[in-house]
């Protein structure tokens, strides 16, 4: 079991505010993610999405939500990366 | 603008040292370790100390790309991905999580050492002890001289770009492209999100490829491919790269 923290995730969409947040699982939690939404959805104004694919790491977050009028990612299972540079 | 939290998703479970972990370092006589998690595992401070406990140096560092202290990623593959070299100052790795993939890193960054160390992978759920050795990787270290030779004689090379912002290197591979046009080699650049590699024999023009996404598809991936793929590191000095794994 691991602590997926959907309290405090509460508490910042409130801060934040967004209209639409997408959350991005690996692929361990995908199975949770209905659940992730539908607590997202009762206790916020705002809409949730699930995104259907790859969650490879910090490294691996979705690009062109803008288009969708996606406000917020909440990417699980990883934390902030420091990219390398070349 | 898209805003972005990070959740660790910890482990719930209390991390322990147990009986039979303690008889295996015992056992060995170990002195030190390099301990290394993954993010869901690093609240680690009991655990540390019931290790000081016995007798057992714990050596930690924290991994360039990381956040935190001892946590590893897939990515932390090469000897310099790490503040300090903690293993060659420790008799064992030990590597506390529940999968191979992050521990295998810790096998690939000693690829070009002398003084290889196995990893004690230690299961907090299962309680499971796995050893790995470098006969783990000794396949992947075969199939990476193989590509760097091939690479080497190559003409026609493909460099193979992610758009994934973590993972994005356009400028070094297109750096890497004006290097190699200028030794005789023609280069070119793929672009995609998701590397793909069943995309590669769409395009027997091209003898050898380089991955600029993420190195793990250059030391792991190959294993299930034909064609051989380098990553950008070994491809910025190929012969050096073959030399250091003779």
Redesign the interface.
Known sequence: ?????LKN?IQ?IKK?N?KQV?IQLPDG?KNQSNQIVDFIEENTNTKAFIWF??C??????P?G??ILK???????????????E? | MTQIIFIDAKWLGKIQLTKELENFLKKRRIKSIALFASVQFTDLNNFIKQIEKIGIKVNTTKAKRTNEKIQILGCDCYEDSFNKDIIQDSDLILYIGDGLFHPKALLLSQINKKDFKSVIVFNPSSKKITELDKEVIEKQIQKIKRNLKLFINAKNIGILVTIKPGQQYFSAAKKLKEKLEENGKKAYIFIDDIINLNQLENYPFVKAWVNTACPRIGTDDILNIEQPIINIREALNPIKALEELE
């Open positions: 079991m691991y602590n997926l923290e995730l910042e934040r967004p997408l939690l694919g790859s490879f790491g910090a490294c691996d977050l690009l939500l803008d996606i406000d917020l990612i909440v990417q699980w299972g990883h934390n902030k990366f420091n990219k390398e070349w």
